[in-house]
């Protein structure tokens, strides 16, 4: 059950969603790996999200250029990858796969 807690579920094609190709358009793959850098670092958060404030912070442990993270996220809150509620970024799809997870492990610890 360890590695199922620690699991960021992600589809084989997601890089031909249109929200994801125009992050790949504007930013190219770089953008594309950024993205996954906050949703990996969005699962392993409590509530799945990240603190707006801790941008600067975020982008020095992944060595990434500030402004460079501040117009990818930009980017994904146009196309709607991010959404930002109450200081906080959050993937919708992250928080729906991991309901969907959540409701997986529940159905395994009764059996």
Not at 19 to 45: C, N, P, T
Not at 75 to 92: D, H, M, S, W
Request: net charge neutral; hydrophobic share 40%.
């Amino acid at each position: 059950m360890s590695k199922v807690r620690n699991c960021l579920l992600h589809d084989a094609h997601a890089h031909q969603d249109l929200k994801m190709q125009r992050l790949i358009f504007d930013h190219g793959f770089e953008g594309y790996g950024i993205f996954w850098v906050l949703a990996e670092s969005m699962r392993v958060a409590n509530d799945y999200s990240l603190q707006v404030s801790d941008l600067e912070l975020i982008a020095f442990q992944n060595r990434i250029d500030l402004e460079k993270l501040q117009a990818i996220i930009q980017t994904c809150l146009q196309t709607e990858l991010l959404k930002e509620k109450n200081g906080r970024y959050f993937a919708p799809a992250l928080l729906r796969d991991m309901e969907g997870l959540s409701k997986k492990q529940d159905q395994w610890r009764t059996k």
